[in-house]
């Protein structure tokens, strides 16, 4: 910068521009060259250090456990924040971002952060989003009257630990194990059409392709109703991205709440809002949320401060659904993956 200046720096303290000081009328262009300069100057300084701070990434998929960042972004609770909300066709594609840091925070199931946890120590859940109550299914063909009939047809799910503990809970219900059924791996993105075609007999899926199914005929043989506390959506980062990131992740999480506050004053508007998101009709879309149980800050402040007996409880059912069918390698505590220092921030009670 300095270097910049010295042009206009030197020509204004030169001897001939002492000798000169009577003619003011040559000293105000020169003063003015040097305010000019410093204001180029500084402006590109400015601008530089703006480019070099990236935006936080969240990356998403398919599921109505996440409109509510998507409805705060069109409510503009994010306008003129570093925040980019990425959206990914499944599960498996979100995942393979955050491994290789294309976004910076991650909204996904419990089972799944269990399983990246399992390669990366240093992921945190610094925000419980919801609980499934009849958002993720098991849905068969008309022509199966029940669970038991399932044994040796083929069951399309998403290789994911959600669609994991799903299956496995269907199976216990139905007295069935893995050795009972044909799996067929079958991401979000191809369900539908597998299901339509006929090449499975029941498919694992979630919200909202749960609503398009049931609508051309599909029967709901099992759900997230039987087990309301253990298909969890969580919001993960790893601990730089709190110590690089955490103002942008307290407006993040700000706006989530703010977003559910909105849905539940003005659900027909906020419907609409997610209408082309979800590719369902508002009142569809508004059935579909009923199958959906949201976590306040204040029950938030108790999960992530330990004090949930029952969050603990479903952590170690989930585990060892994914270490006996999903390969996971370890048991983690629940101490050993949450950060409640964004949610005490943000706690009125602060």
């Known amino acids: 910068m300095i270097r910049l200046l010295l042009p206009y720096i030197g020509g204004w303290f030169s001897p001939s521009g002492a000798k000169c000081s009577h003619r003011r009328s040559h000293r105000r262009p020169r003063i003015n060259l040097v305010i000019l300069g410093i204001a180029t100057t500084l402006s590109l300084l400015v601008s530089s250090c703006l480019r070099s701070t990236p935006p936080l990434r969240l990356g998403t998929s398919a599921g109505i456990a996440y409109d509510n960042f998507y409805l705060a972004e069109s409510l503009g609770y994010y306008e003129k924040q570093p925040i980019r909300l990425v959206n990914y066709p ?33 992921l945190r859940n610094v925000l419980m989003l919801s609980a499934s109550r009849g958002g993720d299914a098991m849905l068969a063909q008309p022509s199966i009257e029940n669970l038991q009939d399932l044994k040796g047809q083929t069951i399309g799910v998403e290789a994911s630990g959600r669609g994991t503990v799903m299956l496995t809970r269907a199976l216990e219900e139905a007295g069935l194990s893995m050795e009972d059924i044909n799996v067929l791996p079958l991401d979000i993105s191809s369900q539908m059409d597998g299901f339509k075609r006929e090449s499975v007999h029941a498919i694992v899926t979630q919200e909202p392709l749960c609503s398009r199914l049931l609508a051309t005929g599909a ?132």
């Open 90 to 122: 499944t599960s498996e594609d979100k995942s393979r971002a955050f491994r290789n840091r294309q976004v910076d925070a991650l909204a996904t199931s419990l089972g799944d952060a269990l399983i990246l946890a399992d390669s990366d120590a240093s």
């Open 219 to 350: 029967k709901d043989v099992f759900s997230s109703r039987q087990i309301p506390n253990e298909i969890l959506d969580v919001l993960m980062v790893r601990s730089d991205t709190i110590a690089g990131h955490r103002p942008e992740l307290e407006r993040l999480i700000q706006g989530w709440f703010q977003a559910g506050q909105y849905y539940r004053q003005n659900p027909q508007d906020a419907a609409e809002r997610l209408t082309s998101r979800n590719q369902l009709s508002t009142e569809q879309l508004i059935e579909a949320m009923e199958g959906l149980k949201e976590f306040s800050l204040e029950e938030n402040l108790e999960m992530l401060s330990l004090k949930t007996p029952w969050l603990q409880e479903s952590l170690k059912k989930i585990q060892e659904d994914l270490v006996q069918n999903h390969g996971l390698r370890k048991l983690y505590r629940l101490g050993d993956l949450v950060s409640n220092q964004i949610i005490q921030d943000l706690s009125p009670t602060k």
